[in-house]
Nanobody, 122 residues
Framework: QVELVESGGGSVQAGGSLRLSCTAS?????MAWFRQAPGNEREGVAA???????AYTNSVGGRFTISKDNAKTTLYLQMNSLKPEDNAMYSC???????????????????WGQGTQVIVSS
């Protein structure tokens, strides 16, 4: 079992920045950030594997950066140039093994955090 605890959400004006953090209680092979806005499906935002390989959804490319600390237990999402369409509940997800389902698909992740809200005002 892996427990995940997120922090760092909040409110910001469009064009601003936020950094999300997620601390894992144990080893993970793959970690990712997902988001879900009201009325929308859960969307994979960014993922990083144990070798440092990353994947991003097209809408955040060049604005968001996913990273992990050297101990590989804390995941970060640096979000710059935030837009109102980035408004969502952001959740951290983790897996202890890679899945053929892909880095940005919810079914690849058995462990989930509670989520942290990001609000971007125009």
């Amino acid at each position: 079992q892996v427990e995940l605890v997120e922090s760092g959400g909040g409110s910001v004006q469009a064009g601003g920045s936020l950094r999300l953090s997620c601390t894992a209680s144990g080893y993970t092979e793959l970690m990712a950030w997902f988001r879900q806005a009201p009325g929308n499906e859960r969307e994979g935002v960014a993922a990083i594997d144990s070798q440092g390989g990353t994947a991003y959804t097209n809408s955040v490319g060049g604005r968001f950066t996913i990273s992990k600390d050297n101990a590989k237990t804390t995941l970060y999402l640096q979000m710059n140039s935030l837009k109102p369409e980035d408004n969502a509940m952001y959740s951290c997800a983790a897996a202890r093994r890679l899945s053929p389902g892909g880095y940005l698909l919810p079914n690849s992740f058995p462990y989930w955090g509670q989520g942290t809200q990001v609000i971007v005002s125009s």
